[in-house]
């Protein structure tokens, strides 16, 4: 937008309490309401028949562990006020459906938030909150608001998110060499910034070497500064570009510099990574400073996977500066690098904005804490994965040998209760991140290198295809799993029997019906088999024992 605000729209801003949810018997109240919102886009759809699915996401992770939400709302004259990123609308007289995505961080948090995303009423469905007050509008300069994607799905729930799928992944083309990583991250198992330095690190790319990782990355505790986050007494977030070396490696820590440890990766076929926390002072104001040190580590490193983490964008300025940031480092390095964007605290971009420029660091969740239960994390893929790429998410496996003692006796669902192998095989349609130390490892988890060898030497193919969810949504005690489309005759298929009794199962997939397939085993312990699958794509899988699973290339017949 550029311009100068309306009068209406700067006084419907300074009134504005939300939407007034009190009896509405008249037009006239009705229009007053839906004026006190600007509107992106309005939709005029004939008839009366028509069904409405709202899916609303959730980030902060640190703090939400429901990350999904999906309702229906049938339409009526006086306006819904749907809260969510992605509309599903569908034609009950035709089958047919579309959807509108709102291009935006996660509800919650969106900058000038009118407290829904649409209004939706027989003949109308508006598009609403362009993140844009009209404090942040000028005359001269345009602001960038928030967007939205209308798309035409099919008749079958398929055809819909598969249009959906096709759109996101032409926004953000996948680069294998340089989006795909099985990275490590060792401030899983906690100890901070109090081990990491130069013979630590070079001790972990050996030891995660071992273990099949590609990516290794540095977190906070590498740079001379000490960030809020430190296990060390006087760290802030402020204030960082006061101490011109800040961002320079620690000379205590790391005495040589980081050649030695460029070098060790080097040798060992392990790419470095770094944290990078940006100065949040007055909205990013040090924007070009942090991009100018972005720019000087992938010259001088050669650096080029960043995790971006502490960003709070309070306000539209916060939010253009930011863009200004990664668009200039992407720019002076032509491209090269990649972002893991942190969503687990703060006031951030979510699942469907800024989502161009790299992958995103979903949760947090440790065993110090006991707040790593595998099927939590299976659960939250799960759901996320029907509506945006699961290879663009970075999922964590933990070291299940760590704090058995802060789990409940006998909980069921504790991590040491599964496999290393099933624990990794939940990452495998994500870019797993092993969250943990290698060098903390007993000697039985290198067994799961083989499990890792062959995940890599598929993965190419794994992660072409557009990931669906399939069976039922995991609960501890379901048979769930993953589908990835290669083509209309082949794919692969990641089925997990998690703790109950059944050695087969029906699992409804995305398989077309009455054509038979035949399902290779990649990796786990499922066995060679043929199947038809039923009217609705159900196929019968079979795995020996609870908490196992099986990799499966398919092809159609």
């Known amino acids: 937008l550029r311009g100068t605000p309306s009068a209406a729209w700067q006084e419907s801003v300074a009134s504005s309490s939300g939407p007034d949810y009190k009896n509405i018997e008249s037009q006239k109240d009705l229009n007053r309401l839906a004026a006190t919102v600007p509107v992106m886009d309005q939709l005029t759809l004939p008839g009366n028949h028509w069904k409405l699915r709202p899916v609303e996401f959730f980030d902060v992770t640190d703090r939400a562990n429901t990350l999904v939400r999906e309702t229906e709302y049938n339409l009526y004259r006086q306006p819904g006020f749907l809260t969510g990123?992605?509309?599903?609308?569908?034609?009950?007289?035709?089958?047919?459906?579309?959807?509108?995505?709102?291009?935006?961080?996660?509800?919650?948090?969106?900058?000038?938030?009118?407290?829904?995303?649409?209004?939706?009423?027989?003949?109308?469905?508006?598009?609403?909150?362009?993140?844009?007050?009209?404090?942040?509008?000028?005359?001269?300069?345009?602001?960038?608001?928030?967007?939205?994607?209308?798309?035409?799905?099919?008749?079958?729930?398929?055809?819909?998110?598969?249009?959906?799928?096709?759109?996101?992944?032409?926004?953000?083309?996948?680069?294998?060499?340089?989006?795909?990583?099985?990275?490590?991250?060792?401030?899983?198992?906690?100890?901070?910034?109090?081990?990491?330095?130069?013979?630590?690190?070079?001790?972990?790319?050996k030891q995660a070497a071992r273990l099949g990782v590609t990516h290794l990355q540095l977190d906070d505790g590498w740079q001379t500064g000490r960030s809020g986050n430190s296990?060390?007494?006087?760290?802030?977030?402020?204030?960082?570009?006061?101490?011109?070396?800040?961002?320079?490696?620690?000379?205590?820590?790391?005495?040589?510099?980081?050649?030695?440890?460029?070098?060790?990766?080097?040798?060992?076929?392990?790419?470095?990574?770094?944290?990078?926390?940006?100065?949040?002072?007055?909205?990013?104001s040090d924007w070009k400073k942090d991009a100018q040190t972005l720019i000087g580590l992938n010259q001088e490193y050669g650096i080029r996977t960043f995790k971006i983490d502490g960003v709070q964008i309070g306000d539209k300025a916060g939010e253009v500066n930011f863009r200004r940031l990664i668009d200039s480092v992407l720019l002076a390095t032509d491209y090269r690098v990649v972002f893991n964007?942190?969503?687990?605290?703060?006031?951030?971009?979510?699942?469907?904005?800024?989502?161009?420029?790299?992958?995103?660091?979903?949760?947090?969740?440790?065993?110090?804490?006991?707040?790593?239960?595998?099927?939590?994390?299976?659960?939250?893929?799960?759901?996320?994965?029907?509506?945006?790429?699961?290879?663009?998410l970075q999922i964590e496996f933990l070291n299940k040998w760590r704090n058995g003692d802060k789990y409940p006796a006998g909980d069921a669902f504790a991590p040491a209760t599964y496999s290393f192998d099933y624990l990794f095989a939940i990452t495998m349609m994500a870019q797993p991140l092993a969250w943990f130390e290698a060098t903390?490892?007993?000697?039985?988890?290198?067994?799961?290198?083989?499990?890792?060898?062959?995940?890599?030497?598929?993965?190419?193919?794994?992660?072409?295809?557009?990931?669906?969810?399939?069976?039922?949504?995991?609960?501890?005690?379901?048979?769930?799993?993953?589908?990835?489309?290669?083509?209309?005759?082949?794919?692969?298929?990641?089925?997990?029997?998690?703790?109950?009794?059944?050695?087969?199962?029906?699992?409804?997939?995305?398989?077309?019906?009455?054509?038979?397939?035949?399902?290779?085993?990649?990796?786990?312990?499922?066995?060679?088999?043929?199947?038809?699958?039923?009217?609705?794509?159900?196929?019968?899988?079979a795995l020996p024992s609870p908490n196992a699973f099986a990799l499966y290339r398919y092809t159609v017949e």
Do not use: C
């Not at 009209?134 to 079958?156: F, H, M, Q």
């Not at 011109?244 to 040798?267: C, H, I, Q």
């Not at 605290?345 to 992958?359: I, Q, S, T």
């Open 85 to 205: 990123n992605l509309l599903l609308i569908d034609d009950l007289t035709s089958d047919y459906s579309f959807f509108v995505l709102k291009e935006a961080p996660s509800s919650a948090v969106q900058l000038a938030n009118p407290g829904y995303d649409f209004s939706a009423k027989i003949g109308s469905i508006q598009t609403v909150g362009a993140g844009i007050l009209p404090t942040d509008l000028s005359e001269t300069d345009w602001v960038r608001g928030y967007g939205y994607t209308l798309g035409l799905g099919g008749t079958t729930p398929l055809e819909t998110i598969q249009t959906l799928r096709r759109y996101q992944d032409a926004k953000r083309p996948r680069r294998p060499d340089r989006d795909e990583m099985l990275l490590i991250n060792t401030w899983g198992d906690r100890s901070q910034d109090k081990k990491v330095g130069e013979k630590f690190t070079i001790a972990e790319l």
């Open 440 to 541: 903390s490892l007993p000697a039985e988890a290198f067994s799961t290198a083989g499990l890792i060898r062959r995940y890599l030497s598929a993965r190419s193919d794994l992660h072409a295809g557009q990931i669906f969810p399939i069976g039922n949504e995991p609960s501890g005690r379901s048979w769930t799993g993953f589908q990835s489309i290669r083509s209309p005759k082949a794919g692969f298929v990641l089925v997990f029997r998690e703790k109950n009794d059944n050695a087969e199962a029906p699992v409804k997939t995305w398989l077309t019906a009455g054509k038979r397939v035949r399902f290779e085993p990649v990796a786990g312990t499922g066995k060679a088999f043929a199947a038809t699958p039923s009217a609705d794509g159900t196929v019968r899988f």
């Open 231 to 284: 296990a060390f007494k006087g760290g802030s977030f402020t204030a960082i570009h006061r101490n011109p070396n800040y961002w320079k490696p620690n000379p205590e820590r790391f005495p040589n510099g980081l050649k030695p440890v460029l070098d060790a990766a080097k040798s060992l076929g392990i790419e470095i990574g770094l944290w990078f926390n940006p100065s949040v002072d007055s909205s990013f």
């Open 341 to 392: 964007m942190d969503v687990t605290a703060g006031r951030r971009n979510g699942y469907h904005y800024f989502n161009e420029y790299g992958v995103l660091f979903l949760e947090n969740r440790y065993t110090d804490w006991g707040n790593y239960y595998p099927y939590w994390t299976l659960r939250n893929i799960w759901n996320l994965s029907r509506y945006v790429p699961p290879q663009n």
